[in-house]
């Protein structure tokens, strides 16, 4: 509850009932950012990339179809009912997120702007808000609006959540920390322990972040909560270069939830990785038809590359989808950063990378931006940006790769950068980068 006295009999279950739904959508819609997934995402990033880290569980299409259809009957009847409107926007964050389809942040922004015309200093409706926000990649405006949720309400580990997120995302890894431990504090579960996992391993701490997942798997109940947590197993033994773990754990996810569409990314990303290229190429296209993600299109297209196949039709399709998010008020310079400094135009790649380096200057967008000042043939402007991606001692094999062409190209020692990229993954593949990148 805000700061309104505690209703009594018939209102006090209505209300509660209603904080009930909104707490638990904007549990599953926190994570709704860059770090992958949404492709650095998390999912959702992407984020994630997600655009991209591990973030909370994913509610399945169907149950968050039910969620939306209660809330939208009680709205008939309730239309001043602030919580709702604000629940209701954070269900459609989460279907953007699920399904890829951005008009649903159309329909989030509107049922928000409900709830904050109602209750602008509520903090069910600013926390909303802060993950509509991290779902568009304005990750200022998300941090901003996650402290004021939390000034409203200091014991919401919701808004913790996202303002982790958020601050991840800005390059600020102090206050993450602080707001994923404060989150763990406040509830310790699936989306506590998975953002803590995934702090761990941005130190480089690969051991812990692994524990941290099993604690959230030990706490998972759900069928999309198991998978969610079985997934990610697989997501740091394929970054170690373990791809027969990595398989097992994808196929876990997918006995749990068997609609669990990361965990068949995650199968295909593991073939293409063990050189079986023709299963690769088959398990993707059954990805991208289901959840055309910009992060499964590119690796669907590197893969098809590498076949001798002309990716040509899954660059048409980024190109639909990023004219559908720009459409639906997403901004994502980083794909194209990525994209453009691997398969298209340098130039583009710097220009694009600037833009989100300006915006969020992280990890990911460090490495964006050495890597296409690089392409571009600016390898030393490029090398700050290299030592910086690298500095913070995550084990990321791409970055580190990168770095030892940026070294070679200026005839410096690469050695150490090099025997990198091996110890952390000894199976990374520099013809398929997007296969490497966090999803």
Same mark, same amino acid.
């Given at each position: 509850?805000?700061?309104?006295?505690?209703?009594?009999?018939?209102?006090?279950?209505?209300?509660?009932?209603?904080?009930?739904?909104?707490?638990?959508?904007?549990?599953? +819609?926190?994570?709704?950012?860059?770090?992958?997934?949404?492709?650095?995402?998390?999912?959702?990033?992407?984020?994630?990339?997600?655009?991209?880290?591990?973030?909370?569980?994913?509610?399945? %299409?169907?149950?968050?179809?039910?969620?939306?259809?209660?809330?939208?009957?009680?709205?008939?009847?309730?239309?001043?009912?602030?919580?709702?409107?604000?629940?209701?926007?954070?269900?459609?964050?989460?279907?953007?997120?699920?399904?890829?389809?951005?008009?649903?942040?159309?329909?989030?922004?509107?049922?928000?702007?409900?709830?904050?015309?109602?209750?602008?200093?509520?903090?069910?409706?600013?926390?909303?808000?802060?993950?509509?926000?991290?779902?568009?990649?304005?990750?200022?405006?998300?941090?901003?609006?996650?402290?004021?949720?939390?000034?409203?309400?200091?014991?919401?580990?919701?808004?913790?959540?996202?303002?982790?997120? %958020?601050?991840?995302?800005?390059?600020?890894?102090?206050?993450? +920390?602080?707001?994923?431990?404060?989150?763990?504090?406040?509830?310790?579960?699936?989306?506590?322990?998975?953002?803590?996992?995934?702090? %761990?391993?941005?130190?480089?701490?690969?051991?812990?972040?692994?524990?941290?997942?099993?604690?959230?798997?030990?706490?998972?109940?759900?069928?999309?909560?198991?998978?969610?947590?079985?997934?990610?197993?697989?997501?740091?033994?394929?970054?170690?270069?373990?791809?027969?773990?990595?398989?097992? @754990?994808?196929?876990?996810?997918?006995?749990?939830?068997?609609?669990?569409?990361?965990?068949?990314?995650? #199968?295909?990303?593991?073939?293409?990785?063990?050189?079986?290229?023709?299963?690769?190429?088959?398990?993707?296209?059954?990805?991208?038809?289901?959840?055309?993600?910009?992060?499964?299109?590119?690796?669907?297209?590197?893969?098809?590359?590498?076949?001798?196949?002309?990716?040509?039709?899954?660059?048409?399709?980024?190109?639909?989808?990023?004219?559908? @998010?720009?459409?639906?008020?997403?901004?994502?310079?980083?794909?194209?950063?990525?994209?453009?400094?691997?398969?298209?135009?340098?130039?583009?790649?710097?220009?694009?990378?600037?833009?989100?380096?300006?915006?969020?200057?992280?990890?990911?967008?460090?490495?964006?931006?050495?890597?296409?000042?690089?392409?571009?043939?600016?390898?030393?402007?490029?090398?700050?940006? *290299?030592?910086?991606?690298?500095? #913070?001692?995550?084990?990321?094999?791409?970055?580190?790769?990168?770095?030892?062409?940026?070294?070679?190209?200026?005839?410096?020692?690469?050695?150490?950068?090099?025997?990198?990229?091996?110890?952390?993954?000894? #199976?990374?593949?520099? *013809?398929?980068?997007?296969?490497?990148?966090?999803?």
């Amino acid at each position: 509850m805000s700061d309104l006295k505690r209703p009594r009999g018939r209102a006090a279950a209505a209300a509660a009932k209603t904080a009930c739904v909104v707490a638990a959508t904007l549990a599953i +819609t926190a994570g709704a950012t860059l770090l992958p997934p949404i492709g650095h995402q998390a999912p959702a990033v992407t984020p994630a990339g997600a655009e991209p880290g591990a973030g909370p569980p994913q509610a399945g %299409a169907t149950g968050l179809s039910t969620t939306v259809r209660g809330l939208r009957d009680r709205l008939q009847r309730l239309p001043k009912d602030h919580q709702a409107w604000a629940a209701l926007g954070a269900a459609h964050v989460q279907q953007a997120r699920i399904t890829a389809d951005p008009s649903y942040y159309v329909k989030a922004e509107q049922a928000l702007d409900r709830a904050a015309a109602l209750a602008p200093r509520d903090a069910a409706v600013l926390a909303a808000r802060a993950s509509l926000a991290a779902g568009r990649h304005e990750f200022a405006a998300a941090r901003r609006l996650a402290r004021q949720a939390i000034d409203a309400n200091p014991y919401g580990a919701t808004a913790y959540g996202v303002l982790a997120d %958020a601050a991840t995302q800005l390059g600020e890894h102090a206050e993450a +920390t602080r707001a994923v431990r404060r989150m763990t504090e406040l509830k310790p579960g699936v989306a506590s322990f998975t953002r803590a996992s995934y702090d %761990a391993e941005l130190r480089g701490d690969v051991r812990e972040a692994e524990e941290l997942l099993k604690a959230a798997l030990a706490d998972a109940f759900t069928p999309e909560d198991i998978a969610y947590c079985r997934f990610y197993l697989g997501e740091l033994a394929l970054r170690a270069g373990e791809l027969e773990r990595a398989g097992h @754990m994808y196929d876990e996810a997918l006995r749990a939830y068997p609609a669990f569409v990361p965990a068949l990314a995650g #199968r295909a990303r593991a073939a293409a990785l063990a050189g079986r290229l023709e299963s690769a190429a088959q398990g993707y296209q059954d990805v991208v038809a289901r959840l055309p993600l910009a992060q499964y299109i590119v690796e669907y297209g590197e893969v098809l590359a590498r076949l001798g196949r002309s990716p040509a039709g899954q660059w048409a399709l980024l190109s639909a989808q990023r004219r559908l @998010m720009a459409a639906s008020g997403v901004r994502d310079d980083i794909t194209w950063a990525e994209f453009e400094a691997d398969h298209g135009s340098p130039a583009a790649a710097v220009k694009h990378a600037r833009a989100e380096y300006r915006r969020h200057p992280n990890l990911v967008s460090a490495d964006a931006l050495a890597w296409a000042l690089h392409r571009d043939g600016r390898s030393r402007e490029a090398l700050r940006y *290299a030592r910086k991606a690298t500095a #913070r001692g995550w084990r990321n094999a791409l970055f580190h790769h990168h770095r030892a062409e940026i070294e070679r190209k200026l005839g410096l020692d690469a050695g150490r950068s090099r025997s990198r990229v091996k110890e952390y993954n000894p #199976r990374f593949d520099p *013809a398929l980068p997007a296969l490497a990148r966090f999803s």
